[in-house]
């Protein structure tokens, strides 16, 4: 079996707003931290990501910073993050800190997610 890729490619980044949009009407959103992540199935066989970092969270390098941070956890994270999903992540004002911290809440959000949408999955077929 090929050892799973790493990269980031465009495919894993949600980039339109009708993308944003559609994760957003779902409204399925938990909170981790400073982030507040919304996801909504895809129906493709991987996840994607998009982030949305308002000026309130700091200065352009912080934003930049952040931003870095959290594409590098989604990157690593990608694998063990349950597929098929749309995340939009909102970041309230914080003090920046590690990447791993960054992976940590965003595998705990998204297995919360992953959770509800099966359980949402379970209702609509009772």
Known sequence: ??????????????L??????????????????????????????????????SKRVGNAPTRNAIKRRLREAFRLAQHALPPGYDYTVSIRPHPTVKMQQYKRWLSQAASQLDQHWKKQARRSNV
């Open 1 to 14: 079996m090929p050892a799973p890729s790493y990269n980031f490619p465009r495919a894993a980044r949600l």
């Open 16 to 53: 339109t707003p009708a993308q944003f949009d559609h994760v957003r009407l779902r409204r399925a959103v938990k909170h981790a931290g400073p982030l507040r992540i919304a996801a909504a199935p895809n129906n493709l066989n991987r996840s994607r990501i998009g982030l949305a970092v």
